[in-house]
């Protein structure tokens, strides 16, 4: 059942300024999204220029599908901006949504155009792409270039050297890759030269040549369990080689 967001919708629920809040330098509201609209899943044009106005967090969750001339819109909102219910982007609605400033959520995506990657990888702030399943090695690509902050990419769970490659060059802060269970010792090496805090959570097991690639990161690297010690064990071979 279609539940349209209206203009009318949209200002009842936008928050008076005065009870608005600057955390860490953002503009906020009291609760986890400011306002929460999630339960429409389509938006009005007249709607999204709306609550761009707002400073502080949206949750658009529920929209399923956004115009060009919404996504625009939003791109001016500076704030938290929740968009994970949409499952396709078009290029001119990620050209609009990579000038958006503040965290970008689209973990509804599951794949990713060059051209779209290439426009959300402009976008300054932390970038939410835990949908992917897939990346090419041209978006890989793109996304390397992202310096706005954290890149959550945890939906992968496999990675071509060629993209790890493209990837390690990431300098924007946090690189989230924890879907990965396994990492070739060519995409081990990759990553091993990212400069930045870099998660692998999800790994299960590392060959030595991975860990001992990994092991000279420099940054917070966060691993578990046999990948850890495989990775512990090669810093200390490294340190007794010094």
């Known amino acids: 059942m279609s539940k349209i967001l209206t203009l009318e919708i949209a200002q009842n629920f936008l928050i008076d300024q005065d009870e608005q809040q600057v955390i860490d330098g953002e503009v906020v509201v009291e609760g986890p999204y400011g306002v929460n609209l999630e339960d429409y899943n389509s938006m009005d044009d007249d709607a999204a220029k709306a609550l761009a106005q707002h400073k502080g967090d949206l949750d658009l969750g529920g929209l399923t599908s956004l115009s060009d001339a919404a996504a625009k819109a939003l791109a001016k909102h500076k704030g938290r901006l929740w968009l994970c219910g949409l499952t396709s982007l078009s290029e001119a609605a990620a050209q609009a949504l990579g000038k958006h400033k503040g965290w970008l959520g689209l973990n509804g995506l599951t794949s990713l155009s060059e051209a779209a990657a290439q426009a959300l990888a402009q976008h300054k702030g932390y970038l939410y792409l835990r949908g992917l399943t897939s990346l090419s090695e041209a978006a890989a690509q793109a996304l390397g270039e992202h310096k706005g902050g954290y890149l959550w990419l945890d939906g992968l769970t496999s990675l071509s050297e ?32 990212h400069k930045g805090d870099l998660s692998l959570h999800g790994l299960t097991s590392l060959s030595e040549a991975a860990a001992q690639a990994l092991a000279q990161h420099v940054g917070h690297l966060v691993l578990n369990g046999k990948a850890e010690e495989a990775v512990k064990l090669a810093r200390k071979r490294l340190a007794k080689q010094k």
Not at 165 to 193: F, I, V
Request: aromatic share 6%.
């Open 162 to 193: 060629a993209a790890a490659q493209a990837l390690g060059e990431h300098k924007g802060g946090y690189l989230w890759l924890d879907g990965l269970t396994s990492l070739s010792d060519a995409a081990a090496q990759a990553l091993g030269k």
